[in-house]
């Protein structure tokens, strides 16, 4: 991922890797109030202890307090944040100009993050694992094949994150208009479709076994099933559907 | 199941709990890998496959977006795939019992979720004057219990689904009365409506992606003509 050129900045490797580390923990402490903002404080708790005074200065206690606030974001993208604001914590920036950044890059990190890695990366890498599984890979092989596609692009994603957010700044904006998380998303779902055409077929045909006759009822269900759920969209939540009419199907199956 | 040999498996369920949300979000609670790795712990990693690709499916209709409520795949996939690994080989009820049971645990532990949100707001509040002073301890204390108590959350959660649902899966494949081939067939079709209509509510905006997908079938095609 590439964009506008980046200033280094003289943070230790050791306290990166700290930082990158507690960012995999960064909804730690979730809750309904401050959402991630306790977490972004504890991922930038690190980087903070360099301000002067070091840990019991009035700088850090402050820098920590207000990085502990309210915060919003996909947690894959919160390094852009952590990143940045630490940058600014450490230049000194205006508290004022470092609050209202942060209300400002909520929203982006959240809608972009959510497009993204919930609704295009995460679907992409369950369907090559299905395909896996449909053509008869091992259970080795298809958790293999999911945990690593997946986690080649979580651990790259927050790892850039970090990195761009550290080198900078408060001009970190740009960051997002990187085609990756512009175009990714549209990319994605192209490249998921194509193979959910292939992976729903042999998935579902290996998971049926047996009762390979009932196929084409099997199909014509499944179509009606889907048309259905395609329609209802969000008004409709499948996975309850699911339960439902599982719990009726297993009530029928013990009392015939 | 006694409560020694369902430790186990609650054990990973509270570590893949864990995943879901707090730490690391690498994905291992995705049923996928979850129901496939207590199939592992019984011994039979590939009946937890076939859990796991089931309830994967379904859970394509789930996206875990922010403050959005939603089932917690990762203690209920070890719960599935632990429940019809346990059966013995060809029970034509095991599968849809097991997937069934797995539901509502994910169902319930999703509530369990919302209780530990919740709990850790009302901690927040009785340190909020401590953090808005900067107290590094307070922080530490409030994230560090956080991630506590949602590990505690997932073995809870799993134990008490192993305790409740392995008798229970038992006693429905003891009295079963469907086919074989019809057991199979209904978790196959309501596992490709709800997979269906998940990538299409996820995927309908992206452009010209039932062509996408119609040449991903006709790969299929291809490749079964050919096989």
Same mark, same amino acid.
Request: hydrophobic fraction near 55%; charged fraction near 10%.
């Given at each position: 991922?590439?964009?506008?050129?980046?200033?280094?900045?003289?943070?230790?490797?050791?306290?990166?890797?700290?930082?990158?580390?507690?960012?995999?923990?960064?909804?730690?402490?979730?809750?309904?109030?401050?959402?991630?903002?306790?977490?972004?404080?504890?991922?930038?708790?690190?980087?903070?202890?360099?301000?002067?005074?070091?840990?019991?200065?009035?700088?850090?206690?402050?820098?920590?307090?207000?990085?502990?606030?309210?915060?919003?974001?996909?947690?894959?993208?919160?390094?852009?944040?952590?990143?940045?604001?630490?940058?600014?914590?450490?230049?000194?920036?205006?508290?004022?100009?470092?609050?209202?950044?942060? #209300?400002?890059?909520?929203?982006?990190?959240?809608?972009?993050?959510?497009?993204?890695?919930?609704?295009?990366?995460?679907?992409?890498?369950?369907?090559?694992?299905?395909?896996?599984?449909?053509?008869?890979? #091992?259970?080795?092989?298809?958790?293999?094949?999911?945990?690593?596609?997946?986690?080649?692009?979580?651990?790259?994603?927050?790892?850039?994150?970090?990195?761009?957010?550290?080198?900078?700044?408060?001009?970190?904006?740009?960051?997002?208009?990187?085609?990756?998380?512009?175009?990714?998303?549209?990319?994605?779902? #192209?490249?998921?479709?194509?193979?959910?055409?292939?992976?729903?077929?042999?998935?579902?045909?290996?998971?049926?076994?047996?009762?390979?006759?009932?196929?084409?009822?099997?199909?014509?269900?499944?179509? /009606?099933?889907?048309? /259905?759920?395609?329609?209802?969209?969000?008004?409709?939540?499948?996975?309850?559907?699911?339960?439902?009419?599982?719990?009726?199907?297993?009530?029928? #199956?013990?009392?015939? | 199941?006694?409560?020694?040999?369902?430790?186990?498996?609650?054990?990973?369920?509270?570590?893949?709990?864990?995943?879901?949300?707090?730490?690391?979000?690498?994905?291992?609670?995705?049923?996928?890998?979850?129901?496939?790795?207590?199939?592992? @712990?019984?011994?039979?990693?590939?009946?937890?496959?076939? &859990?796991?690709?089931? %309830?994967?499916?379904?859970?394509?209709?789930? %996206?875990?977006?922010?403050?959005?409520?939603?089932?917690?795949?990762?203690?209920?996939?070890?719960?599935?795939?632990?429940?019809?690994?346990?059966?013995?080989?060809?029970?034509?009820?095991?599968?849809?019992?097991?997937?069934?049971?797995?539901?509502?645990?994910?169902?319930?532990?999703?509530?369990?979720?919302?209780? %530990?949100?919740?709990?850790?707001?009302?901690?927040?509040?009785?340190?909020?004057?401590?953090?808005?002073?900067?107290?590094?301890?307070?922080?530490?204390? %409030?994230?560090?219990?956080?991630?506590?108590?949602?590990?505690?959350?997932?073995?809870?959660?799993?134990?008490?689904?192993?305790?409740? @649902?392995?008798?229970?899966?038992?006693?429905?494949?003891?009295?079963?009365?469907?086919?074989?081939?019809?057991?199979?067939?209904?978790?196959?079709?309501?596992?490709?409506? &709800?997979?269906?209509?998940?990538?299409?509510?996820? @995927?309908?905006? &992206?452009?010209?992606?039932?062509?996408?997908?119609?040449?991903? &079938?006709?790969?299929?095609?291809?490749?079964?003509?050919?096989?």
């Amino acid at each position: 991922m590439s964009g506008t050129p980046t200033q280094p900045f003289g943070l230790p490797f050791r306290v990166k890797l700290a930082m990158f580390v507690r960012m995999l923990a960064v909804q730690g402490s979730w809750n309904y109030e401050t959402l991630l903002g306790t977490g972004i404080g504890f991922v930038m708790e690190p980087g903070l202890r360099f301000l002067p005074g070091g840990i019991d200065g009035p700088q850090y206690r402050a820098a920590l307090a207000r990085e502990s606030r309210y915060f919003n974001a996909h947690p894959y993208l919160t390094g852009i944040a952590v990143g940045s604001l630490t940058r600014a914590e450490l230049e000194g920036v205006d508290p004022a100009r470092i609050e209202r950044f942060r #209300s400002a890059l909520a929203s982006p990190l959240g809608s972009v993050g959510d497009r993204l890695v919930w609704a295009s990366w995460l679907p992409f890498c369950s369907v090559v694992a299905l395909c896996v599984f449909g053509a008869g890979g #091992s259970a080795l092989a298809v958790v293999g094949t999911f945990l690593l596609l997946y986690n080649a692009g979580h651990l790259l994603l927050r790892a850039w994150g970090l990195h761009v957010g550290l080198a900078r700044g408060l001009n970190v904006a740009s960051a997002l208009g990187n085609p990756v998380l512009r175009q990714g998303p549209q990319y994605i779902g #192209s490249a998921t479709a194509l193979v959910a055409g292939v992976a729903l077929p042999i998935a579902l045909q290996r998971v049926v076994g047996p009762g390979r006759a009932l196929v084409g009822g099997i199909i014509v269900a499944a179509l /009606i099933g889907l048309l /259905i759920l395609a329609r209802l969209r969000e008004r409709a939540e499948g996975w309850r559907i699911a339960l439902g009419v599982l719990a009726v199907f297993v009530l029928y #199956s013990i009392l015939s | 199941m006694s409560f020694m040999e369902a430790l186990p498996i609650a054990l990973l369920g509270a570590v893949l709990g864990l995943d879901v949300v707090t730490f690391p979000q690498a994905m291992i609670a995705r049923p996928i890998v979850s129901s496939t790795l207590a199939g592992a @712990f019984i011994g039979h990693s590939e009946s937890g496959l076939l &859990v796991g690709v089931v %309830l994967e499916l379904i859970a394509l209709d789930t %996206l875990p977006f922010g403050a959005s409520r939603y089932p917690e795949w990762g203690s209920a996939g070890v719960v599935g795939g632990a429940l019809f690994a346990s059966q013995a080989k060809g029970m034509p009820g095991a599968l849809p019992a097991s997937i069934l049971a797995a539901l509502l645990t994910a169902m319930i532990s999703g509530s369990s979720m919302v209780i %530990l949100r919740r709990l850790i707001a009302g901690r927040l509040e009785r340190s909020r004057a401590l953090i808005e002073e900067g107290s590094r301890d307070a922080l530490l204390s %409030l994230h560090l219990s956080g991630m506590t108590f949602d590990l505690l959350r997932g073995a809870i959660v799993t134990m008490a689904a192993m305790l409740i @649902f392995s008798p229970l899966v038992r006693a429905i494949v003891a009295t079963w009365g469907s086919e074989s081939e019809y057991s199979r067939a209904v978790v196959v079709v309501v596992a490709a409506m &709800v997979a269906g209509g998940a990538l299409w509510k996820v @995927f309908h905006s &992206v452009r010209h992606v039932i062509w996408f997908f119609l040449g991903g &079938v006709g790969i299929y095609l291809g490749l079964r003509a050919f096989a």
